[in-house]
Each structure stands twice: as structure tokens, then as C-alpha cells.
């Protein structure tokens, strides 16, 4: 029997979380790109990531979409910040909120950790669909 007959419900939740904050399409890509030495890992955050964080009913996923930029922001991982920044348009948080936390980074992290996570989330917005940012902040 495979890891991925035996499905543990955390792993589900996971699965079903995953979706809804970053979309089919963007799951279904990390999915076909995973291979035999990876496949771990990817179990292993969506089982603990999404699963098990993302799937709790404490916070809103606005409001874990918001704590989320400002730790990446912060440690400097830019790449996953703009994936999350992306799935703000699934998650409600707003072009407001997501400049408040960078706003708070600068502060607590360092103007220039805030001033490059800024410029990344400035091209992510412009990107999206037009009109996302304005519209929703």
C-alpha cells in the first residue's frame, strides 16, 4: 500500500486548504512537478502547513494570508511571499492589509528587508488581473 493510498484526515484538510488559498491550478502544477524526491516534503507541508495551521478555525485565512507575508517579508523569502501575496485574492486580505504588514516588517525587520519585499509585492499587484489591487483594498 502507497504513502498516498492511506490518507490521514489532517493530509485531507491539507489538500482541501491548499486549494482554496492557492488555487487548482496552482496545486495541480505543484503536484505534476513532484517527484519521488520530493514527494515527502510535499506531504509534509500539506499535512503540516496547510493541514495543520492553515486549517484552523482560530484565525480567518485573511488573517493568516496577512501573518504569513510579514514572517516571509521578513526572513527575506521573497519568492514565497509573492505566492502569497498572489492568494490574497483567495484568502480576502487586501492591497491595504498587505501594506500594513510591510509597513510593520520595515519597522521590526529593517527598511531595506520591507523596502525589497515592497518592490516584489508591487510587481506581484501589478501583475494580477488589472484592477485587483484597487478594488479590493
Known amino acids: ?6 490518507k490521514s484526515a489532517r493530509l485531507r484538510d491539507g489538500e482541501r486548504t491548499r486549494r482554496e488559498v492557492l488555487s487548482d491550478a496552482y496545486v495541480d502544477g505543484a503536484e505534476a512537478a513532484t517527484t519521488d524526491f520530493d514527494a515527502p516534503f510535499q506531504m509534509l507541508i500539506t499535512e503540516a502547513a496547510w493541514g495543520s495551521l492553515w486549517s484552523r478555525k482560530e484565525w480567518t485565512k485573511r488573517e493568516r494570508s496577512i501573518v504569513t ?4 517579508a521578513a526572513l ?6 509573492a505566492m502569497h501575496i498572489r492568494a490574497t485574492a483567495r484568502t480576502g486580505a487586501t492591497l491595504t492589509d498587505v501594506r500594513e504588514a510591510l509597513l510593520h ?7 531595506p528587508t520591507a523596502n525589497t519585499a515592497f518592490r516584489v509585492a508591487k510587481q506581484v499587484f501589478a ?8 478594488d479590493r483594498s
Open 1 to 6: 500500500m502507497s504513502v498516498t493510498e492511506v
Open 76 to 81: 527575506g523569502h521573497y519568492e514565497e511571499m
Open 105 to 111: 516588517v520595515a519597522i521590526y525587520a529593517g527598511v
Open 127 to 134: 501583475d494580477m488581473a488589472p484592477g485587483t489591487a484597487d
Open 69 to 72: 507575508i510579514s514572517l516571509l
